[in-house]
């Protein structure tokens, strides 16, 4: 008997216009905001909900400059990402309960970077039992909510920051 796992969501991303900016550059005034999950703006970085996330709660840490490089960071960028990276974790195992996480950076193509001329940082929730293995076939993930639902769980906490 065969089985279909369905991903629609997957049809936004592959049918989009793909315009050439930058996908994590945001504009000064906010007003898309809600629509790109932005979290938090701080004056040098940022975190959003990733749009494609291997686990609810997945989110990145981005320097608010269009900079790929993380040496090309200056020290205020780096000490805010770091601090909002911290802040972020504590935020997720308070509101989603995350028992542990993946956290990573991929510099350029060859280091797995999807977005390689933006630098930021993933952070995956993970929770005891989930291993997620559906990842494994076909590149299917089992995500069970929506990111509407994660986002408005996230943001109260994010708006709340003082970093």
Not at 33 to 44: I, M, S
Not at 93 to 119: Q, Y
Request: glycine content about 6%; some cysteine; overall charge neutral.
């Amino acid at each position: 008997m065969s089985k279909t796992l369905w991903a629609p969501w997957r049809m936004e991303y592959i049918l989009s216009e793909k315009t050439g900016e930058c996908i994590l550059c945001l504009d000064k005034k906010r007003t898309k905001d809600k629509n790109r999950l932005v979290l938090y703006r701080g004056a040098y970085s940022f975190a959003l909900l990733n749009r494609y996330p291997y686990n609810n709660g997945h989110l990145m840490v981005a320097p608010l400059a269009h900079i790929a490089n993380i040496e090309d960071l200056t020290s205020e960028a780096s000490l805010e990402m770091f601090t909002l990276l911290q802040e972020s974790i504590k935020i997720l195992r308070t509101c989603l309960k995350a028992d542990g996480f993946n956290v990573g950076i991929n510099i350029g193509s060859v280091g797995g970077a999807g977005v390689e001329d933006h630098l930021h940082i993933h952070v995956v929730p993970r929770w005891n039992g989930d291993t997620n293995f559906m990842a494994v076939f076909n590149d299917v993930r089992i995500m069970p909510e929506y990111l509407e639902d994660s986002y408005s769980k996230l943001y109260p906490y994010f708006n709340n920051l003082k970093i």
